[in-house]
């Protein structure tokens, strides 16, 4: 599902030469916002404090 997903993504990209690159810059700031998310639920889960995530997450980036 999810490599048909980024399949169907690239095909896009590659199809619309013109807006290609607003298009990756898109991709590449969804895909940092979701690592960003996993990391933090991974970090509430481990630790149980949702703050000190938030503050760890914070000083990161």
Do not use: C
Not at 30 to 39: N, S
């Amino acid at each position: 599902m999810l490599y048909r997903l980024i399949g169907l993504i690239a095909d896009f990209v590659t199809e619309n030469a013109l807006n290609s690159e607003a298009m990756a810059e898109t991709m590449r700031k969804a895909m940092r916002q979701a690592i960003t998310t996993i990391r933090w639920w991974a970090y509430v889960f481990k630790h149980k404090s949702p703050i000190g995530a938030l503050r760890r997450l914070l000083a990161r980036t």
